[in-house]
């Protein structure tokens, strides 16, 4: 940045050479832009901030997906949360967490293991459902697809970048992801770089094409799972092609 004593020294600098020969101008200093003026938040904003600075901090840590897996009530969330604030407050718990160790991995266990019964069972009648669908094709991955609209004629492969519109679901029909949150803005990312259910299911289409995919867990994301997305889910995604880029 220029300031204004360099700029008046310029000045006197080139009067003292006025009889010199012409010379090309100085370049004018600009003009710095006006301070940004930040509104001060209302009471109830400054309680919004805290509550998206938790919320931004929870949904990054492992924290959605204990309660997937757990399937935690309200009290349970409630009593976890009891944990979360004596962990900041640098507090103690008073009782003897020695004296809850077997017994409360074993809970936790049997927890996870209901859980995992019951939506084992409940993927398995999605896909025998979606296996009655004449519309719907199977491939040898396993992974069923349905063409709703075909697109251009050119289409990407394996090693392409695409930008894509999408949703994803559970078999219970809850939407874990989708860019209809983001201003329905496409995401753009490498095929090799995803499940790989969508590595092959988008292949199947050009652009301004869409299409849904069924995908077991096998191809999606396996035993573990991911985030909101227990393990051994079997997904559903409806997918638009918006554009094929050169791969990065």
Wanted: proline share 8%.
């Amino acid at each position: 940045m220029k300031y204004p004593v360099l700029a008046a020294l310029a000045v006197a600098v080139a009067s003292l050479h006025a009889a010199d020969e012409a010379k090309p101008a100085a370049a004018a200093v600009p003009t710095p832009p006006p301070a940004k003026i930040v509104k001060p938040l209302t009471p109830d904003q400054v309680k919004q901030a805290w509550t998206m600075l938790g919320f931004s901090i929870a949904s990054q840590s492992p924290m959605p997906q204990v309660n997937s897996q757990l399937e935690l009530n309200d009290e349970e969330i409630e009593l976890f949360l009891a944990g979360v604030r004596q962990a900041m407050r640098g507090d103690k718990p008073k009782f003897n967490p020695a004296e809850l160790g077997e017994g409360a991995d074993a809970m936790f266990q049997e927890r996870v293991s209901a859980k995992a019964g019951k939506w084992g069972k409940q993927n398995d009648e999605f896909l025998a459902k979606i296996d009655t669908d004449k519309s719907v094709t199977k491939t040898a991955s396993g992974l069923r697809y349905k063409i709703l609209a075909p697109g251009s004629d050119v289409k990407p492969t394996a090693a392409s970048t695409v930008k894509c519109r999408y949703e994803g679901k559970l078999v219970d029909g809850k939407v874990f992801d989708s860019t209809k949150t983001r201003n329905n803005e496409p995401t753009e990312f490498p095929l090799s770089g995803v499940i790989p259910a969508w590595t092959e299911g988008v292949q199947l289409i050009g652009v301004g094409g869409k299409i849904v995919l069924y995908c077991p867990a096998a191809i999606a994301y396996g035993e573990q799972g991911q985030g909101p997305i227990p393990a051994k889910s079997v997904l559903e995604f409806e997918v638009e092609l918006v554009e094929i880029s050169k791969a990065k």
